[in-house]
């Protein structure tokens, strides 16, 4: 066996990683057939083109949860409650510098948001917490409505923000509230648009002055309880006793927390690490592109020590500290804790201390959005007329994916000239591949299509919305996406992996179903079966790809590329004249480079028609092209929607190669 070329060994691993170098395809030309003098071998050779990066398609949306307890008098002024109280008692200590008038978190919020405001792909949550989470912009919506809106003509919602401070400061229920949007903007975008998720970008924002108030713990005895010095165990009530907040049954009114249930625990560590726990297991899940936490810690020690008692409630008390070190006490462990947050949501930890918070800045923040050029993410050329069969190729002249000489009416009821022979919307080989589920390719299906039924009236069999071989009735039965060609992103279309029987919900990419020693994906772009071991076909007819890459000066790479060795098979025909004709169909994805791996890629493709008839017309028989290639470029390819049906390959012009 000759070495294989280094860029058909690349492509195993193509979703992973597009590095493609150039290369001759001189040395992979298949020698001429033993039939006659006709060669049964055909190259596709062109050039295809990626789109020009649109950074508008992807997605950057921020969530910022802002605190608005009564503390922020203290760390960052000016503010107030709403009426005479904590905010005026330490104006009138002199704690509060006069000549401020807007608090630094609003300054830092309404700069950031004017670099948004021109850029269209990002979008904002603003969510103010205190005792609860209240004032959220933009307002709540029903469902299914958007969490999220551009921020412009914010101004004088911000600068509202000062005068609506509160008493507590519910971390736990502020990082629920920002899961809960989140994880609503991601089952939105799963309904409506899922190729965003793989280029979108959360970020949220956890702004604050201090820790969480109140804690509260389930166990009131326990012989040790947290202490700056272990701020990892459980923490004692902030609020503690029979009739104290935390125990008591009776609490409502303004100040109780929304969802607590006394005596039980709240904004203990491990409650608040779950809640940023699930929100980064969302992007694994749905294969959202990144998802951030950053944390910013505002403290104002000289402000808190200045308080003095006022500010031992709101910013704790230490049993085995002395007094005069309860601010610095508070201080080291709200960054212990908001470390903690960073590290587990992969953000970054800022602290603007003392006089620093007047200089807040959120912008070295990364809101970046995904975009980069787009890349190759998949070629593979399907044969519509042959299938493998474990030694050699077997004419399929319908392109079902059953070779005739199974898919003739004396074996399955079926046709070997009509795809789907019963006209149910699953075409005979998915019927015959699934007889065991009650599918029978000879007869219609209540699963899928027939005009005549009430379950059904009026309907297309032929239905196939994102034309990635599967009927709308298919895709409802796999329970694949009807808007994605590839729902698993692993660089197949679902209909070829639904046609070899592999689970094109689950990505192959690496898999080796057959275990021959050849990836799945290799041996699909190779023209052999990755479910039946076949490395005697595999070495002896794969089909070999090359390629070399361009830049474009618009942002677009354009690839050269040749796919060589594709076997012409001669299939029936009851026109005369008509035999021979073989119809290839190119499927192409490209995606961003900063996801090839993930993403689930923007899809075209082309179609080729070929004749090889070596006993038809003359002793030397028919072949066309007469040469071994055929030329297929970027203007061939079309939105795959446009090759569904048989008859969509025969219109004039539809596909390269002189159809039947």
Not at 31 to 51: E, K, S, V, W, Y
Not at 219 to 227: F, H, S, T
Not at 326 to 347: E, I, M, S
């Amino acid at each position: 066996m000759s070495p294989r070329p280094s860029a058909l060994l690349a492509l195993a691993a193509f979703a992973a990683a597009v590095v493609l170098s150039a290369c001759t395809d001189a040395a992979l030309e298949k020698p001429a057939a033993a039939t006659g003098t006709l060669d049964n071998h055909l190259t596709l050779r062109g050039q295809i083109c990626t789109q020009p990066p649109d950074p508008n398609g992807f997605p950057v949306r921020v969530v910022f949860l802002v605190d608005q307890s009564g503390s922020m008098c203290i760390s960052d002024p000016p503010g107030s409650q709403g009426a005479p109280g904590l905010c005026e008692q330490l104006v009138a200590m002199g704690i509060v510098p006069p000549n401020l008038t807007t608090p630094a978190r609003v300054r830092a919020l309404q700069a950031l948001l004017d670099q948004f405001a021109p850029l269209p792909n990002v979008e904002v949550a603003i969510v103010p917490f205190e005792t609860n989470v209240k004032n959220v912009w933009p307002p709540s919506v029903g469902t299914g409505g958007s969490r999220f809106a551009r921020p412009v003509g914010l101004d004088a919602y911000l600068n509202a923000l000062q005068s609506q401070l509160g008493k507590g400061t519910d971390y736990q229920g502020a990082l629920n509230y920002a899961y809960t949007i989140i994880s609503s903007d991601i089952a939105n975008t799963l309904a409506n648009n899922p190729e965003l998720l793989p280029r979108t970008r959360y970020v949220v924002v956890f702004l604050t002055d201090g820790t969480p108030y109140p804690r509260c713990s389930a166990i009131d005895n326990l012989p040790v309880y947290a202490d700056p010095n272990n701020p990892q165990l459980t923490w004692a009530d902030q609020l503690p006793g029979p009739t104290g907040f935390c125990n008591d049954t009776a609490t409502a009114g303004p100040d109780a927390i929304t969802g607590f249930v006394a005596g039980t625990d709240r904004n203990q560590n491990y409650q608040l690490f779950s809640y940023i726990d699930q929100l980064m297991n969302l992007k694994s899940q749905y294969n959202v592109g990144d998802i951030r936490l950053h944390t910013v810690l505002l403290f104002n020690q000289a402000a808190v020590e200045a308080c003095g008692p006022i500010c031992q409630d709101i910013y704790g008390t230490y049993p085995g500290v002395p007094q005069s070190q309860y601010p610095a006490a508070a201080h080291k462990v709200a960054t212990w804790l908001l470390q903690q947050f960073a590290a587990r949501g992969n953000g970054v930890f800022q602290e603007f201390l003392d006089s620093n918070i007047q200089s807040l800045g959120l912008g070295a923040l990364d809101y970046s959005s995904l975009a980069s050029k787009n890349v190759l993410k998949s070629l593979i050329v399907q044969s519509l007329r042959s299938v493998p069969a474990v030694t050699e190729r077997k004419v399929d002249s319908d392109g079902d994916g059953l070779p005739d000489d199974v898919d003739q009416g004396y074996v399955n009821g079926t046709s070997q000239f009509d795809p789907d022979s019963d006209q149910d919307g699953f075409d005979d080989n998915f019927e015959v591949m699934h007889r065991g589920e009650g599918f029978d390719p000879a007869k219609k299906d209540l699963r899928g299509c027939d005009p005549a039924s009430p379950l059904s009236p009026g309907c297309q069999y032929y239905a196939d919305s994102d034309g990635d071989g599967l009927t709308q009735y298919a895709e409802a039965y796999l329970k694949t996406r009807p808007g994605l060609v590839d729902t698993d992103g692993d660089g197949i279309p679902d209909g070829i992996e639904a046609r070899y029987g592999l689970d094109p919900l689950t990505s192959n990419n690496g898999l080796d179903t057959d275990s021959d020693g050849i990836s799945d994906l290799e041996e699909i772009r190779a023209g052999t079966d990755p479910t039946r071991p076949d490395r005697t076909l595999y070495d002896l007819s794969a089909v070999q790809y090359t390629f070399s890459s361009t830049d474009q000066a618009d942002g677009s790479v354009c690839y050269d590329y040749a796919v060589s060795g594709l076997e012409l098979v001669t299939p029936p025909n009851s026109v005369a004249l008509q035999e021979g004709y073989n119809l290839f169909k190119v499927w192409f994805a490209e995606a961003p480079q900063s996801a090839v791996s993930t993403d689930y890629g923007v899809w075209k493709v082309a179609c080729a028609w070929a004749q090889y008839a070596p006993s038809l017309g003359n002793a030397s028989g028919v072949r066309v092209p007469a040469g071994p290639d055929l030329q297929i470029n970027d203007a061939n390819f079309m939105p795959p929607y446009r090759l569904t049906r048989p008859s969509d390959y025969l219109g004039a012009g539809t596909c390269v190669g002189t159809s039947p």
